[in-house]
């Protein structure tokens, strides 16, 4: 019986290249600003039409400022590379969503909130993060700019097949543990090169009552481990989200997708590649310490001692630890901090609104810590104001800016100065990702939430 990942992948097959890749049909290709400028340049060059515009989707995010939207941007790289999208989208008469429409975000939450990113699918873009719409039970991964010219002209991909493997999770999570305490969990334990070369399914107790924003944060994080993407097969609480978004099906087609999409799992006796079993209770909400997402800890845990650490691993340990300026065996909680970062593709949805706005309620922001409270789309930031969870925020000393990547990558104006330590909601925490110096230890929203009242890292639980 086959896994779910090769039902997808070779319901999607045009045709295989005897002693090379797959060709693979693509049904959602997503562009933003940063990646798309040399493939639309190839495609002026050769003379091409998109082959599928109504396939198509552009918007920035990137390169947006999360602060002043409706008036020109400052930065003269960022503004060409909006304003060259715009242009491109409407040339190649591409759906486009431009800054200060209402449909704009990040690409990774307005995919899946709009009803495009639906199960079964191939889903592309040229951005290693688009494994994040894998949770509902698509087969979706990054690809390189040549690639995404690839995709406009024919609607197809050259690729190598992919190995399976199945990540489990059994048992059920405690009190403050969430959807990013388990990816960051599972980078620890594979670390970040763990899965390279596999497609990943996520299965098990905790991943089958995990909500699909929940589901969007892991897997967001399996690029993380190295894997070509990670996916969950659809069920109930799948096509609950979906059922009745823009772009999902409607009436009689609804009752067809749905029934098709039932059959999206794998069989009882599907074989995997490598199958790995993970226990629910041995996960407690996760900080990291180092300069890569595996290089991670539960909150109440020191950073290794040296001598636990493998040779090889030794030199690239010690490099990590003096550019986060810290020692072997040390404590983190405790440690003070001097930015938050709530939002990016990875933890900027309302659920994880709901989670910050639920420690911070009738608390006030610590004093010496600077907050960036980014929601993912202008559909996150209307659903904030449309709870009333801005007003606990806003009680609390806290602003919300304006959607966009933000301070997960730093290519606009959202960036934590050099030597500041920032507990950050995002996906990766190498050298400078936040900013030139910057120091980023990676948790989820309680987590950051947490840090933000106290301006040290503090374990959630301690307020839930």
């Not at 779910?4 to 002693?19: A, M, P, R, T």
């Not at 990113?117 to 894998?134: A, E, F, K, N, W």
């Not at 002209?153 to 305490?181: E, F, H, W, Y």
């Not at 300026?325 to 709901?354: M, Q, S």
């Amino acid at each position: 019986m086959n896994t779910l990942f090769d039902k997808i992948w070779d319901k999607h097959v045009v045709q295989i290249v005897e002693d090379g890749p797959t060709q693979l049909y693509i049904d959602r290709l997503y562009c933003h600003e940063v990646t798309s400028p040399q493939a639309f340049d190839g495609m002026r060059a050769r003379g091409l039409k998109c082959f599928r515009p109504k396939q198509i989707f552009c918007m920035p995010d990137h390169n947006t400022p999360t602060h002043d939207q409706d008036k020109p941007i400052a930065d003269p790289v960022s503004k060409k590379q909006v304003d060259t999208l715009s242009r491109n989208a409407a040339e190649f008469g591409l759906t486009h969503y431009g800054m200060m429409d209402k449909n704009n975000g990040i690409i990774h939450v307005v995919g899946p909130e709009k009803g495009l990113s639906l199960p079964g699918m191939t889903i592309v873009c040229g951005d290693s993060h688009t494994s994040t719409h894998g949770a509902m039970g698509a087969v979706a991964f990054g690809i390189g700019t040549s690639e995404v010219e690839m995709v406009m002209a024919s609607q197809c991909i050259l690729q190598q097949k992919p190995k399976s493997m199945r990540i489990s999770i059994n048992g059920k999570l405690g009190k403050g543990v969430t959807a990013k305490d388990v990816a960051l969990y599972l980078m620890a334990q594979l670390t970040t090169s763990g899965a390279t070369g596999y497609f990943v399914e996520y299965a098990g107790d905790v991943v089958k009552i995990m909500s699909m924003e929940g589901r969007l944060t892991l897997c967001n994080l399996s690029i993380e481990m190295g894997a070509r993407g990670g996916f969950i097969a659809p069920d109930e609480t799948t096509f609950a989200y979906l059922k009745g978004r823009e772009y999902a099906p409607k009436g009689e087609d609804w009752e067809k997708a749905v029934a098709y999409w039932k059959t999206l799992k794998s069989g009882e006796d599907a074989v995997f590649d490598k199958e790995l079993v993970f226990n629910a209770e041995d996960i407690e909400p996760r900080i990291t310490y180092g300069t890569n997402p595996g290089m991670g800890i539960g909150i109440s845990e020191c950073i290794p001692d040296i001598e636990s650490i493998d040779d090889a691993g030794k030199a690239s340990f010690q490099k990590a630890l003096k550019y986060m300026n810290f020692t072997p065996g040390e404590k983190l909680a405790g440690h003070p901090i001097d930015y938050v970062f709530l939002g990016a593709c990875t933890n900027g949805r309302i659920e994880d609104f709901r989670a910050f706005a639920s420690i911070v309620k009738g608390r006030r922001k610590a004093e010496n810590v600077v907050a960036w409270l980014v929601p993912g789309s202008w559909a996150v930031d209307s659903q904030i104001r449309q709870e009333g969870i801005d007003k606990i925020l806003e009680t609390a000393g806290f602003e919300i800016r304006q959607p966009g990547c933000s301070a997960c990558l730093a290519m606009n104006d959202d960036k934590v100065p050099a030597g500041k330590y920032s507990v950050s909601t995002s996906n990766r925490n190498f050298e400078g990702r936040q900013g030139p110096g910057a120091r980023t230890i990676l948790a989820s929203p309680l987590t950051a939430a947490a840090a933000a009242i106290t301006g040290k890292i503090t374990d959630p639980r301690e307020f839930l």
